[in-house]
């Protein structure tokens, strides 16, 4: 078979590390075309995928007759283009977050349906090897039963630029919530099923439009409760994840190894990608008797190789997107929530 003509649109964050290399290096795929306007950024596709073309705009690619089109661009577009290429028959892959109103996600996710197009999400963060290594846990039953989930991404980034992320007020799908928030949400409830929210802390500690700095409760139909972090302008980072069950606990420092390997310009392909070394393995079981638990290997890669048996061979897309509109749901109450605390300084 033919490989499948890919077209990345945007080559941000999203375009340049998340997709564009998986594309590229998957059989399955060809990296036809990439949609961008940013003279660096079309001097970087040409160096790096020559035989790719680029354009200004992403209605142009319906004259190439795309197979798969990938949004990657800013939240804000991301419905309006998931709607030219559904209605033009071409299949959809968006990158999170899925939407900035969970409307528009149920709209596309209808859309899709009754047209029989193919529409899924990157939730990426499904593999991560960290995440994929507590899913491994539970299934075995290591921690008997769970009644506390902690994850946290935090990082030191009081320099962030200008950029849309910093710019873009939560109406826009701007803020912590809608980045690193449809990531730590989204794991929360793929281990322990559909949530509400019981209390949040948003607070803008920098000089953007929205939070950066966020702390959510959720309280699992299962019993278990999440407290999930979130937070740009952290100066000690916690543990990735703290899991606390009848039996033992499970707490893991650091991030998943992939996405700072892709920034350095590592391949999918490389020898030991996504591999974690041991000293950075979590530690299982009680204080003072605990083992150290290998990270199961990460795999981004995984999801293009899923997508393309869904596009070939009628599999389910590695995604539902309804999954994600029901992330979108979740920020959207914890943002329209003013019981929980909020603002620019703590003592607001």
Do not use: C
Request: proline share 7%.
């Amino acid at each position: 078979m033919r490989p499948l003509r890919t077209a990345v649109i945007g080559f941000g964050t999203a375009g340049r590390v998340f997709h564009a290399p998986f594309v590229d290096a998957n059989p399955d795929y060809e990296l036809t075309a990439v949609v961008t306007g940013n003279e660096q950024r079309r001097a970087e596709v040409l160096a790096r995928y020559p035989g790719t073309r680029i354009v200004d705009r992403a209605e142009t690619l319906l004259d190439l007759r795309p197979d798969l089109v990938v949004v990657g661009s800013p939240p804000a577009s991301h419905a309006e283009l998931a709607h030219v290429f559904l209605d033009a028959g071409v299949a959809v892959v968006v990158d999170k977050p899925f939407t900035v109103t969970s409307a528009q996600g149920r709209e596309l996710v209808e859309k899709a349906g009754r047209a029989g197009v193919p529409l899924t999400v990157f939730q990426n963060r499904r593999w991560d090897g960290d995440f994929r290594t507590v899913r491994r846990l539970l299934a075995d039953g290591a921690l008997g039963t769970v009644w506390r989930f902690e994850s946290r991404f935090e990082w030191w980034k009081p320099d962030r630029g200008s950029s849309w992320k910093t710019e873009t007020p939560v109406a826009g799908g701007g803020g912590i919530l809608y980045d690193l928030g449809t990531h730590v949400i989204d794991q929360a409830v793929r281990l322990f099923g559909d949530a509400v929210p019981v209390h949040h802390e948003l607070f803008t500690r920098g000089p953007g439009a929205a939070p950066d700095d966020a702390f959510v409760v959720l309280r699992h139909e299962t019993g278990v409760v999440s407290h999930l972090w979130m937070n740009g302008l952290a100066a000690q980072t916690g543990p990735r994840f703290r899991v606390l069950g009848s039996r033992a606990g499970f707490t893991k420092h650091g991030l998943d190894p992939q996405e700072a390997a892709l920034r350095g310009g590592a391949l999918p392909t490389d020898p030991g990608f996504g591999h974690e070394p041991e000293p950075a393995w979590g530690v299982l079981g009680l204080d003072g008797a605990t083992t150290a638990v290998p990270t199961e290997p990460g795999g981004y890669a995984e999801f293009y190789t899923l997508l393309a048996a869904a596009l070939r061979d009628g599999a389910p897309v590695p995604v539902d997107p309804a999954d994600s509109v029901r992330v979108i749901e979740l920020i959207e109450q914890i943002s329209a929530d003013r019981a929980g605390l909020s603002g620019s300084d703590p003592w607001a």
